[in-house]
């Protein structure tokens, strides 16, 4: 198992466009949370998808969106970039039927916005 | 409102010396506490949680709610334990979302 995936490792937009990152979670997870890691900062909770639907969100705005497959893939999707979204993206996978808390980590999208 | 605080920012210590992470919180109900680690080039990874009450790598973290605490700490540090450290905290239950503190560099030297 090669545990959480994210695609693309690396990503370079300009102010104005659109962006999509891929998560793959770690094999028997069907929970998949994002986060935002800004430079010398904790990663930040957007949002958690369970069952193809949004469970939870953090305080960012519409412009962040996301989708879960039924295979339990993810997607966020970033509109109108601000070079503010420059940060690294991190997707965390759990099973919710284990009752505790543990979500495992994927190496990250680091995404530059010029 | 859920917040996590790492009052610093770096530790650096030697060999052999004690190492103690300090992490606070605030939370309204009974949260649960994590510490995570980033090594270099490697990917975030938890370390350790407060319900486990284990020690891994010889760290261990009591959760002291009267001062909202969940400081890290080992008796001797290693070289290897070098790494980024970030506190976190999420409420009660599966797949609560995560809270992180801004992290603390550790840095062992030989």
């Known amino acids: 198992d090669a545990g959480v995936t994210q695609s693309p490792t690396h990503l370079i937009k300009t102010r104005g466009q659109q962006v999509t990152l891929r998560c793959s979670p770690k094999s028997g997870h069907d929970t998949v949370s994002w986060y935002q890691q800004a430079l010398g900062q904790g990663p930040q909770f957007i949002f958690q998808?369970?069952?193809?639907?949004?469970?939870q969100r953090g305080n960012f705005p519409d412009r962040f969106s996301g989708h879960q497959f039924p295979n339990y893939s993810s997607e966020l999707n970033v509109n109108a970039l601000l070079l503010g979204d420059s940060a690294l993206y991190l997707c965390a996978s759990s099973k919710l039927a284990e009752g505790y808390n543990e979500q495992f980590f994927g190496p990250g999208t680091r995404l530059t916005v010029l | 409102a859920q917040r996590v605080t790492q009052p610093e920012k770096l530790l650096s210590v030697f060999k052999g010396a004690p190492v103690e992470l300090k992490c606070n919180y605030s939370y309204s109900g009974s949260p649960e506490l994590f510490w995570y680690v980033q090594y270099s080039r490697q990917r975030l990874q938890l370390l350790l949680r407060h319900i486990s009450r284990e020690s891994i790598k010889g760290f261990t973290a009591d959760l002291n709610k009267g001062e909202t605490s969940f400081h890290l700490k080992k008796p001797f540090a290693q070289e290897e334990d070098s790494a980024m450290y970030y506190c976190a905290l999420s409420g009660i239950g599966a797949n609560s979302k995560l809270t992180f503190g801004k992290g603390i560099t550790l840095s062992v030297r030989p």
């Open positions: 998808y369970y069952e193809e639907e949004e469970r």
